[in-house]
């Protein structure tokens, strides 16, 4: 029994450096933050759907006709579960405000990995891949989800307290099967989705504007890259466009 417990130990210490030095991977594969922008004032935070290309950002910039700043990280998850909580979305807002704290928008997204990463890499411990014959999503997977709500609603709630006036959160949108990406989690991402836009609804902070957007709707297989998770060109156009009718009601 103890050899057995030994095994099992040291099996879960090297999943977790595995997971971990993959997270690593991941952060090099981001467009570089930019900490000083020609509006300072409007903060971009989030996961990989930002940060791997970087094109939601350049179309925002260009219709915006100025830079904003950018603190989203490939790998990111909502808060601290993984070694690597340095690039997570909390601390990356934290970041933000240290450079600068007079930030009056928040662009985000954030709760994706906090799912995606123990389902492809650890081998879904939560049971957030849902089968073909299963009839819902597994209550171990809302759970998690549920998590992340509680963890997004504190973290929205921050930048109320702080005296951020507007956010605007983008949901997720279906995957499909590619080299990360699996159909099967797409219970998940509806759940998530759910969950994410209460978290923006019953944040109580006091901020001026908030928002939650749900792409599903609008983003295809063909907006998808190879990977099956994240924005070819078309979906980050699509995506920005989605986000810039929030934010260009807003002054910037």
Not at 177 to 205: E, P, Q
Not at 218 to 230: C, E, L, Q, R
């Amino acid at each position: 029994m103890k050899t057995f417990l030994l095994k099992s130990r040291i099996a879960t210490i090297l999943l977790f450096l595995l997971i971990s030095m993959s997270l690593a991977a991941c952060s090099l594969m981001s467009v570089p933050n930019i900490t000083n922008a020609g509006n300072n004032k409007i903060v971009n935070i989030g996961d990989s759907i930002f940060a791997l290309s970087g094109k939601i950002s350049d179309y925002l910039h260009s219709y915006a006709g100025k830079t904003f700043r950018r603190y989203a990280t490939s790998g990111a998850e909502i808060k601290g579960s993984n070694i690597l909580t340095s690039f997570d979305v909390t601390a990356q807002y934290a970041r933000a405000k240290s450079d600068n704290s007079l930030i009056d928008t928040i662009i985000m997204d954030g709760g994706g990995n906090d799912i995606l990463i123990p389902a492809t890499m650890a081998f879904d411990p939560y049971n957030c891949k849902k089968d073909w014959w299963e009839w819902s999503l597994s209550s171990s997977c809302k759970n998690l989800i549920n998590d992340v709500y509680v963890d997004t609603v504190n973290l929205l709630n921050q930048m109320g307290r702080d005296g951020v006036k507007n956010i605007i959160f983008l949901g997720y949108y279906h995957i499909k099967f590619g080299l990360i990406g699996s159909t099967n989690l797409n219970a998940a991402v509806d759940y998530g989705d759910y969950r994410l836009a209460a978290a923006v609804a019953n944040a109580t902070a006091a901020n001026n504007y908030r928002v939650f957007i749900d792409p599903r709707s609008k983003i295809v297989n063909s907006d998808i890259i190879i990977d099956g998770v994240h924005p070819a060109s078309s979906g980050s156009k699509k995506l920005a466009d989605l986000i810039w009718a929030k934010l260009r009601v807003l002054p910037y």
